[in-house]
């Protein structure tokens, strides 16, 4: 597979293979299974900039909420990829801008986007915190594009 330009201001992606469960009776990706792909993408995308390793004991991240624009069904065959971005940082919470897009032709063909919401959360006080500095220009300094503030 030869290397193509991402979508304008985004820099991070990986490929989601399309496994039988994901899809419908009618051959297609089930539309729940996107919520799985960007949830996916955004773990992938975390690890990336080591911002979260997933525990407990600390502060940790929560999805708050996700709005979800469908553009074309995804097939089993198609060549799927996961685009990921911050576009707003808040006090206790950021927003992270995602595409799921199949390859056709050298072309990316854009699927779904996506706009979730991540809550800074503290798991030993049960509560939304701070977004620590760290974290804060960790994202700003890997976004290709300015963010939001």
Known sequence: MTSMTPP????????????????????????????????????????????????????????????????LPLNASDDVHVFTRTKRLGTKSFDTEQAIVRRVDDQWQVAANGLITIVVFDYQT????????????????????????
Not at 35 to 56: K, M
């Open 8 to 71: 304008d201001g985004f820099r991070h992606h990986i490929a989601m293979p399309v496994r039988w469960s994901d899809l419908d009776a009618l051959g297609h990706v089930n539309n729940a299974v996107y919520l799985t792909y960007f949830e996916q993408a955004r773990i992938s995308y975390f690890n990336a900039l080591a911002l979260w390793d997933g525990s407990v004991n600390k502060l940790g991240l929560i999805m708050a909420r996700a709005v979800i624009d469908y553009k």
């Open 126 to 149: 049960n509560q939304s915190a701070p977004m620590p500095q760290a974290w804060r220009e960790m994202l700003t300094a890997y976004e290709p594009a300015p963010i939001q503030t």
